[in-house]
């Protein structure tokens, strides 16, 4: 069965750059849009952004500038950095699929907190 | 502020119906028929329980069921359980630039 795991440091420094990784394991990389979907305390969802299993990147306008996601195929792992952290960039970061449904997040890491704070 | 509107808190009693309501504009819930509903218990990542505003995923109980009227998408849990109180989050496809605009959340409550 399709599994989804995030991977990353738990605290990082404001103005600084948040790095995650998600090991997508038990299925194929292909034909799938790859996402990170994030989760601020006690708040609603928030799409980040996505990666074609071809490598074609999409990107909410609201973090473009600061939001980058990339991929090893070889190693099924996706990868998000988002830059010049703020405080209100604390959140529980998920790892997503995006296609098993159409247009639909079918398949969901368990998250990772990130807090940013000094 | 989210892009879809959703409201804060729904209830109802065992075996009740209760309908949440997403509204969108005609750029997202409106313009697509990619409306897709999250169920979220505490501390648990999302589950997807509705897809292309109607459609369950293979192994969500028929109780749960979708629809959309203009730029509003609804989601109705019928015949209530206790296991159904969790927050339930909506969201539509916007475009190519923007693949999923979520809700703020409703926090589904079964009396």
């Known amino acids: 069965q399709l599994q989804l795991q995030e991977s990353g440091p738990g605290l990082v420094k404001p103005s600084e750059t948040l790095s995650l990784t998600c090991t997508v394991s038990g299925g194929s990389i292909s034909s799938y849009f790859w996402s990170w979907i994030r989760q601020p305390p006690g708040k609603g969802l928030e799409w980040i952004g996505s990666i074609y299993y071809s490598g074609s990147t999409y990107y909410n306008p609201s973090l473009k500038s600061r939001a980058t996601i990339s991929q090893d195929t070889s190693k099924k792992q996706f990868s998000l950095k988002l830059t010049s952290v703020t405080a209100a960039d604390t959140a529980v970061y998920y790892c997503?699929?995006?296609?098993?449904?159409?247009?639909?997040?079918?398949?969901w890491g368990q998250g990772t907190m990130v807090t940013v704070s000094s | 502020q989210s892009a879809l509107t959703q409201p804060p808190s729904a209830s109802g009693s065992p075996g009740q119906s209760v309908t949440i309501s997403c509204t969108g504009t005609?750029?997202?819930?409106?313009?697509?028929?990619?409306v897709s509903w999250y169920q979220q218990h505490p501390g648990k990542a999302p589950k997807l329980m509705i897809f292309?505003?109607?459609q369950r995923p293979s192994g969500v109980p028929d109780r749960f069921s979708g629809s959309k009227s203009g730029n509003t998408a609804s989601l109705t849990v019928s015949g209530l359980q206790a296991e159904d109180e969790a927050d339930y989050y909506c969201s539509s496809y916007a475009g190519s630039n923007n693949f999923g605009v979520f809700g703020g959340g409703t926090k589904l409550t079964v009396l």
């Open positions: 005609s750029s997202d819930v409106g313009g697509y028929n990619y």
């Open positions: 997503a699929r995006r296609g098993g449904y159409p247009h639909a997040f079918d398949m």
């Open positions: 292309e505003v109607s």
